[in-house]
Antibody
Framework: EVQLVESGGGLVQPGRSLRLSCAAS????????MHWVRQVPGKGLEWVSG????????GYADSVKGRFTVSRDNAKNFMYLEMNSLRAEDTALYYC???????????????WGQGTMVTVSS | SALTQPASVSGSLGQSITISCTGT?????????VSWYQRHPGKAPKLIIY???KRPSGISNRFSGSKPDNTASLTISGLQAEDEADYFC??????????FGGGTKLTVL
């Protein structure tokens, strides 16, 4: 069974850092690009970042560029999102998602985790 | 910036509806890399159309996608009660970014 499990969310003060993890199982992890997408509860979806099968190609939303860093460890079947200089507007449910392809440009996310909540507040 | 979708659409059981997704010459106008997602309350989004008009395995052929110029469309035919959900379009937007639409709430009457 294909499974994506996010972890690392929680309550953090503005300006601090947090690292999210995504554990993948049930598929050949290094055959696919991966993404982070966030959702403010009750609101829409915002793409955060994507990286190719080997991490050689990476993209970020303008809203997080320079503050967030995405990475993956294909040996461990994990993807990470390092979030620095967090702001109140980063408060959201963060999803990890798998792409149908090796590249992330198409944004074709066919499997999603259940999300991990990040709350940025003093 | 986000792709533009109508906030809501509605249709009766058995009818067809179309949800539009309007972009610019920088995203939809240049790239045929549109995907559509269905989201039920409290659930993770589900991919229903990718690369413009492809359906993932298990997705009903009642769902179809098209993309003339700067506007992409999702058509759902033979509306069923379980189609009531939020729908989001998504596209590559150039400059190493991907963008979602604001979402459309579909009500099945």
């Amino acid at each position: 069974e294909v499974q994506l499990v996010e972890s690392g969310g929680g309550l953090v003060q503005p300006g601090r850092s947090l690292r999210l993890s995504c554990a993948a199982s049930g598929f050949t992890f290094d055959d696919y690009a991966m993404h982070w997408v966030r959702q403010v509860p009750g609101k829409g979806l915002e793409w955060v970042s994507g990286l190719s099968w080997n991490g050689g190609s990476i993209g970020y939303a303008d809203s997080v560029k320079g503050r967030f860093t995405v990475s993956r460890d294909n040996a461990k079947n994990f993807m990470y999102l390092e979030m620095n200089s967090l702001r109140a507007e980063d408060t959201a449910l963060y999803y990890c998602a798998k792409d149908v392809s090796v590249g992330w440009y198409a944004g074709s996310l066919d499997m999603w985790g259940q999300g991990t909540m990040v709350t940025v507040s003093s | 910036s986000a792709l533009t979708q109508p906030a809501s659409v509605s249709g009766s059981l058995g009818q067809s509806i179309t949800i539009s997704c309007t972009g610019t010459s920088s995203d939809l106008g240049t790239y045929n890399l549109v995907s559509w997602y269905q989201r039920h309350p409290g659930k993770a989004p589900k991919l229903i159309i990718y690369e413009g008009n492809k359906r993932p395995s298990g997705i009903s052929n009642r769902f179809s996608g098209s993309k003339p110029d700067n506007t992409a469309s999702l058509t759902i035919s033979g509306l069923q009660a379980e189609d009531e959900a939020d729908y989001f379009c998504c596209s590559y937007a150039g400059r190493n970014t991907v963008v979602f639409g604001g979402g459309t709430k579909l009500t099945v009457l």
